[in-house]
């Protein structure tokens, strides 16, 4: 069975500065691998997503993510944080032994101070 | 175009009522799926629509819970008997056909007092 870990809760980033947000993967085939995102009261907007293509993937919003099969992660980054991009962010996994079930992380809500 | 809409947007309901979420997919869209958030964690998989027939029902908590779609389209997602454990948000998302993006709603927020 797949499983998505998100290492910190909360992410804090002054505004103009790098984004990592942390996602661990574990999948016994390979697998899809998606960043939603979700603003408040808002429902999950997709970001990217990684289908076996490119490693490094580019999505909305000046977001990107890598792919590392041998640390099984697909972190998410942002070289510049804007004050729009304080949200709840979800790493998700569709593997191929359910290629309709999204396995989603609890999410990092990220905060951008002025 | 238009995306996901769920109706109602908040529901709340006392403990043991019946509740109907519906789920408006996007047009075209043959698979459907819903999901709950609950408090401070992420989306969990609760049953999957490819056209009117439900492919996979593995991720609904007990037999209170039951969901249809019969036309392919609108799907409606029934809580019997609910209880306070109920309360969450509950997603829905559709996708072309199996394995494509899944779009989200915005969801309904349940509240059962």
């Known amino acids: 069975a797949q499983s998505v870990t998100q290492l910190g809760s909360h992410v804090s980033v002054s505004e103009g500065a790098l984004v990592l947000l942390r996602c661990n993967y574990s999948?016994?085939?390979?697998?899809?691998l998606f960043w939603y995102v979700q603003y408040p009261n808002q429902g999950l907007q997709l970001l990217l997503k990684?289908?076996?293509?490119?490693?490094l993937v580019k999505g909305i919003n000046g977001f990107e993510a890598e792919f590392k099969k041998s640390e099984t992660s697909f972190h998410l980054t942002k070289p510049s944080a804007h004050m729009s991009d304080a949200a709840e962010y979800f790493c998700?996994?569709?593997?191929?032994?359910?290629?309709?079930?999204?396995?989603f992380g609890k999410g990092t809500l990220l905060t951008v101070n002025p | 175009g238009a995306g996901v809409s769920q109706t109602p947007s908040n529901k709340v309901t006392e403990k043991g009522k019946y509740v109907e979420l519906r789920c408006d997919p996007i047009?075209?869209?043959?698979?459907l799926y819903w999901y709950r958030q609950s408090l401070g964690q992420g989306p969990e998989f609760l049953i999957y629509?490819?056209?009117?027939?439900?492919?996979?029902d593995s991720g609904l908590p007990n037999d209170r819970f039951f969901a249809v779609r019969p036309e392919g389209s609108v799907s409606t997602l029934k809580i019997q008997r609910t209880e306070r454990g109920d309360s969450a948000v509950y997603l829905c998302?559709?996708?072309f056909g199996q394995g494509d993006t899944q779009y989200f709603g915005p969801g309904t927020r349940l509240t059962v007092l």
């Open positions: 998302a559709s996708s």
């Open positions: 999948s016994s085939v390979p697998p899809y």
């Open positions: 990684y289908t076996s293509a490119a490693t």
């Open positions: 998700a996994v569709l593997s191929g032994g359910s290629n309709y079930k999204l396995t």
């Open positions: 047009s075209g869209h043959t698979a």
């Open positions: 629509f490819q056209g009117t027939g439900a492919a996979d």
